[in-house]
């Protein structure tokens, strides 16, 4: 990278990976500055660790020390729509500007990249293999999706080569890695208004696995087939439970909690009595690929390992318990997630049936986009027919203009479960008010619906207070 720029302005710095790269550079010496749409919780922790943020979208706002093509270097995120004034500007005015992906790849430049890539899964898979190399390897960096509850940051710096970086498919971002071990978790259709067909997205993903460089590693969730011819890389399987994966759980076993302990099987290996941190099968499977992607990179001792899984302790808006205690009898099980495609619905909800088989699950979606409604509204019909109780909110449109005749209402129309109905922000606290006490609720969603766990989860604990 140039040496003579030590300014770096991100345009859309609010979002998770680029709140990232933001914090890396700030800790690096760099002088950082950005814009996002809206304020929300991760630009205040921007803001107050010393970073400049403003949310118009005006030139007359970004600072005079960014002004300056030759000491700056601009990054931005393909959510910014491409006739943003100040993206615009810079351009013009002959500034570097750089996709966050490619400044991800840069970054990635001389060290042992550990990338998780797929539909769903791969942020909290990212987030373990993060962990399992700071516990049980004891070096590692990390660039992460989400805000780990470890680190309580999206951003790990730790000494050593490794980095465990999210490949993003959205935009084909993961385009810009070349990873020495990768994991693939799924490869569902998603982001087909990008990719146009499902065989489009398969292939992105085969070209990812193909820029895997010469002797490195290739993890892929037992049962994926891509179309990857490579006889220089390593190639192994893993899955939760099917023992003809080179990498799976055995001798499984729940608590009352949804805590699950376990031995993790390796090729020619096995670490016993592992018990994970957090709850839910979906992790257990998560945790099986996080540890054969550290295990790629070199070993480590099983009391490390061991340790390293019971300490994770989850990643926030993913199967993210907010109310959860035992000792309240009777009480309501609250629990968050980000789940945006209908496979991620469908195993999430399924986790929590296993779980709670015998409580009444409610769940409160909020579609994300229109194009992946449009697509998609058969398939989030059926998963959330998973629950006893299902409320949606209104489309979340992220980066896009409403299509005509897409609603929420398609996907209500194909849910089974007869309490079933369409509710507005506005009414969501009073809706979940009058809920009786004792069963399961869920909030799920990639879009601003997470503003509401805070106040749920406290009308939850108040409300609990009056059982048991």
């Known amino acids: 990278m140039n040496e003579t720029k030590n300014s770096i302005y991100f345009v859309g710095i609010g979002g998770i990976g680029m709140s990232a790269l933001a914090r890396y550079f700030r800790h690096a010496g760099w002088l950082v500055a950005g814009y996002d749409r809206t304020p929300s919780p991760l630009t205040a922790a921007l803001e107050a660790e010393g970073i400049a943020v403003h949310y118009e979208d005006s030139v007359d706002r970004i600072p005079e020390a960014f002004r300056d093509p030759l000491k700056t270097r601009v990054i931005y995120t393909p959510a910014v729509p491409v006739d943003h004034a100040e993206l615009c500007w810079f351009r013009t005015q002959g ?122 590693t290739l993890i892929l969730k037992k049962g994926i087939e891509l179309p990857l011819e490579r006889a220089d890389i390593r190639r192994y399987t893993y899955h939760v439970t099917d023992s003809g994966a080179d990498f799976h759980a055995e001798n499984l ?142 489309i979340y449109p992220a980066r896009e203009l409403p299509i005509p005749g897409v609603a929420s209402e398609m996907i209500l129309d194909g849910i089974t479960t007869p309490r079933k109905r369409l509710i507005s922000k506005e009414r969501l606290l009073e809706e979940v008010a009058a809920l009786a006490t004792g069963g399961v609720l869920v909030t799920a969603g990639a879009g601003d619906i997470d503003r509401f766990c805070a106040p749920v989860a406290a009308l939850v604990q108040r409300k609990n207070g009056g059982v048991g």
């Open 95 to 216: 500034f570097e500007v750089l996709k966050r992906s490619q400044m991800l790849g840069l970054l990635g430049e001389g060290r042992r990249v550990m990338a998780v890539a797929g539909t769903h899964g791969k942020t909290t898979t990212t987030t373990m293999v993060a962990h399992f190399n700071a516990v049980a390897a004891g070096e590692g960096s990390a660039f992460l999706g989400g805000l780990s509850k470890n680190f309580d940051s999206n951003l790990v710096l730790g000494a050593g080569l490794r980095m465990a970086v999210e490949a993003d498919e959205f935009d084909r971002s993961f385009l810009q890695l070349h990873p020495q071990a990768a994991v693939i978790t799924s490869v569902d259709p998603d982001h087909l208004d990008i990719y146009g067909t499902y065989e489009a997205v398969r292939e992105a993903f085969a070209q990812f696995a193909g820029q895997i460089a010469p002797g490195g």
């Open 253 to 394: 076993r729940v608590d009352g909690g949804g805590y699950y302990t376990f031995d993790l099987v390796f090729p020619g290996r096995r670490i016993e009595r592992c018990r994970l941190g957090i709850p839910g099968l979906v992790n257990v499977e998560n945790c099986v690929a996080a540890a054969a992607l550290v295990w790629s990179e070199g070993f480590v001792s099983d009391e490390r390992m061991r340790e390293a899984i019971a300490t994770f302790r989850g990643v926030q808006r993913r199967f993210d318990f907010w109310v959860n205690d035992p000792s309240v009898a009777g009480g309501t099980i609250y629990m968050d997630d980000y789940a945006h495609h209908p496979a991620e619905l469908r195993a999430m909800l399924s986790s929590v049936r296993r779980m709670f088989p015998e409580r009444e699950l409610t769940v409160i979606f909020q579609p994300h986009l229109y194009t992946r409604t449009r697509d998609f509204a058969p398939e989030f019909a059926e998963a959330l027919s998973l629950a006893d109780r299902v409320w949606l909110l209104p």
